[in-house]
């Protein structure tokens, strides 16, 4: 179900959708002039999102995470994944271009200026929710599926609720690396797979075991063996096979790309390292994979 914020007295939000999906679909390609914000309950969902040279790239997302995705940015949900999926999808509209028509609100109008840029700044990488903006997503979650246009009292409990929701998620935003995975009602193995989540969305940029510690939220030690017991590799193994993995499937659609190029492309800063861990990982080297492998 979708409500449209005019209907409970807060225009910057010109969408607010509560989905439950049950079986996988794909959608056309759409866009909004505003960012539209999908917060992940439980389950699993993919989007596409194209870029400025319409090159299509995914972008995944688990429950306890969230994705912006920016204003004017052609994308379509992919997949649901992990059946049945819950979640709660937000577009909002720029300051500028609100018509408030007599409604009140919590923010001055710099405020929500502030609030959105920040929250635009997010886009389009994957955060876990925290636990203050869960509070929030679950009273709307309730609030939303029970709303009813006669309700005037419902209708001011809904704007204070996403009202709350913008700024706590302008804050999740504000952190580069999104907030840590760990929390008090989350297992070790929930975790870990969030973290290697993360490494799929990120491999292409330089990471350090330091920084995956740091995301996961656990001492380097505990958060070592935890990796190895739920995926049999260390953190620098998973990450290295997620690159190599990339990068045969670069070599093959990506035919008059330079080998050199990919390797870069995929977080190599070398093209002897790479083709050193190519070789070592698929026993070829990537330029005589590449010729034995033609697309199609």
């Known amino acids: ?50 870029d400025s040279g319409h090159r299509e790239r995914k972008v995944s997302v688990s429950g306890g995470s969230f994705v912006v995705i920016p204003p004017k940015v052609q994308h379509r949900a992919d997949e649901s994944v992990g059946n049945p999926s819950s979640r709660i999808g937000v577009i909002c509209e720029p300051p500028d271009m609100i018509d408030w028509g007599g409604c009140r609100c919590a923010f001055s109008k710099e405020e929500l200026a502030s609030v959105y840029a920040r929250i635009a700044a997010g886009a389009p990488k994957t955060r876990r929710i925290p636990p203050p903006l869960m509070r929030v997503l679950k009273d709307i979650r309730r609030d ?31 952190n580069a690396d999104g907030n840590s995975f760990a929390t008090d009602d989350e297992s070790g193995p929930v975790v870990v797979q969030r973290v290697g989540e993360w490494i799929r969305e990120h491999y292409a940029e330089p990471i350090s075991n330091e920084r995956l510690v740091k995301l996961a939220g656990y001492g380097k030690s505990r958060f070592f063996t935890l990796f190895f017991a739920e995926t049999g590799l260390t953190p620098h193994s998973f990450l290295l096979r997620v690159r190599l993995q990339n990068a045969k499937r670069m070599l ?34 990537p330029d005589a994979w590449r010729r034995r492998n033609p697309k199609g």
């Open 144 to 174: 939303a599926s029970a709303f009813k246009a006669t309700d005037e009292g419902g209708h001011l409990h809904l704007r204070i609720l996403c009202e709350l929701m913008l700024s706590e998620t302008a804050r999740a935003c504000d």
């Open 252 to 285: 093959r659609e990506s035919r008059w790309t330079p080998v050199d190029k990919i390797a870069a492309a995929v977080g190599f800063d070398s093209p002897l390292t790479f083709a050193s861990a190519f070789k070592r990982y698929f026993g070829v080297r």
């Open 1 to 50: 179900m979708h409500i449209k914020g005019i209907r409970f007295g807060f225009p910057p939000i010109t969408r607010l959708g509560v989905l439950d999906d049950r079986k996988a679909h794909i959608v056309r390609w759409n866009s909004h002039s505003g960012c539209e914000i999908h917060f992940m309950l439980r389950g699993h969902f993919t989007w596409g999102i194209k």
